[in-house]
């Protein structure tokens, strides 16, 4: 631009001194000539700055194009989703060299090019480390080994780790993440009471911190999760679910599960011990929650849907 504003201050006292020496058509010729040449080589500069920007937008794509759901004995078949955003609101990737973390990106579900990323690296081997879940935050990925999440709330959450090697050639990777967490879901067979209004779940035995490295939670953690009662859920039976990382492929949880009303104070409680869990299976408790008996219990396994499977229990 700058140098179009130069050659027509030029042009412009070419033209004062032509007007004294030249016809007013012979000036107008070479004035059109001169401002033609500028704009033209304006032009020109800017293209090239275009094509470089188009050169220079990566050498590496990351696309998820499967999330797995693990097979377990028992279950003749693996389901899979290749579309991400059926299942997760929320993707984060970290990469990491020699330990240090060199690149980050978090996506969110709506965006153009959810599930895929383009990023630019220097060649070499790299650690990949990719999450997504349907918490409420992206996760903190302080290494591959050390992995937490918003409020320590732990969602439904599928992960990938490898090595990338980036060489001097353009390369698109794609990536099938697998299901990492073990889910605990309440049933309540009778009705809700109409003064409770939130239903708090507190367990030990599972890990809010995630380890990418081996697929299972580090951390002994105490985990509370509050789920609010809205007034449509109230005089109805309801369903309610949480989840932990198991610290091997199976395990146990304590699970105290408690109904408050609208100022906290506790209207009913139910202590469950050595809950079986295990990673990429849904532990169901059902029964009357409200009333004053429990039943004994009782073990089932079935298929359940995409999960690996379901393992019924009653109280």
Known sequence: MAKSIIFITFAYQITNIMMKTMTTRWMIVVVFALLLTACEKAYDEEMKVDKTEETTQGNVTLRINNLEMMPFENVTSTKSVDNVDLVCSRISYAIFQNDTKVKAVNQEKGAEDFGAVTLTLAEGIYDLVVIAHNGSGNPTVSSPTKITFSNNIISDTFYYYGKLTVTGQSQTVDLTLTRSVAMFRLKTNDNIPNEVKNM?????????????????????????????VTADMNGKPGVFEVYTFPHEETGTLKMTVTAEDGNGNTVMERVFSNVPIQRNYIT??????????MSGQAFSLKADGDWGGQNDLTY
């Open 284 to 293: 169901q408790m059902s029964g009357e929650f409200f009333g004053t008996q």
């Open 200 to 228: 708090k779940f507190y367990y030990t035995g599972g890990s809010s911190t995630f380890d990418a490295t081996t697929g299972y939670g580090n951390v002994n953690s105490r985990q509370t999760v509050n789920i609010g």
